[in-house]
């Protein structure tokens, strides 16, 4: 049985830099595909950035871009989601989602496992 769980969410001031984790087990393959993507209240789910399964490969939606850096530790089963230069428009809930394929993409209906997602708030 696949589970994704996040963690590592929580508040932080306009400016500063959290770090999300997301570890993933169950999986047959060595090798899955992971996106990250948030929701804040009243907005649609927003994909924000992901990574190939072998790691060469990152996406970034233009929100983030420059100021968000996702990266992977197969052995540990592990995605991070360094968030710098936070601003309170980042304020959401995360979630992580697998997907039994390697390619990296932010489009929600290829993954099939997801996260319960975390809370992170951006305020001062």
């Known amino acids: 049985q696949v589970q994704v769980v996040e963690s590592g969410g929580g508040s932080v001031q306009p400016g500063g830099s959290l770090r999300i984790s997301c570890v993933v087990s169950?999986?047959?393959?060595?090798?899955?595909?992971i996106g990250w993507f948030r929701q804040a209240p009243g907005k649609e789910r927003e994909g924000i950035s992901s990574?190939?399964?072998?790691?060469?490969?990152?996406n970034y939606a233009d929100s983030v871009r420059g100021r968000f850096t996702i990266s992977r530790d197969n052995d540990a089963n592990t995605v991070y989601l360094q968030m710098n230069s936070m601003k309170p428009e980042d304020t959401a809930v995360y979630y992580c989602?697998?997907?039994?394929?390697?390619?990296?993409?932010?489009?929600?209906?290829?993954?099939?496992?997801w996260g319960q997602g975390t809370q992170v708030t951006v305020s001062s």
């Open positions: 989602a697998a997907g039994q394929f390697t390619l990296a993409t932010m489009n929600p209906d290829m993954y099939d496992y």
């Open positions: 169950g999986f047959t393959r060595d090798s899955y595909a």
């Open positions: 990574i190939s399964g072998d790691g060469d490969t990152t």
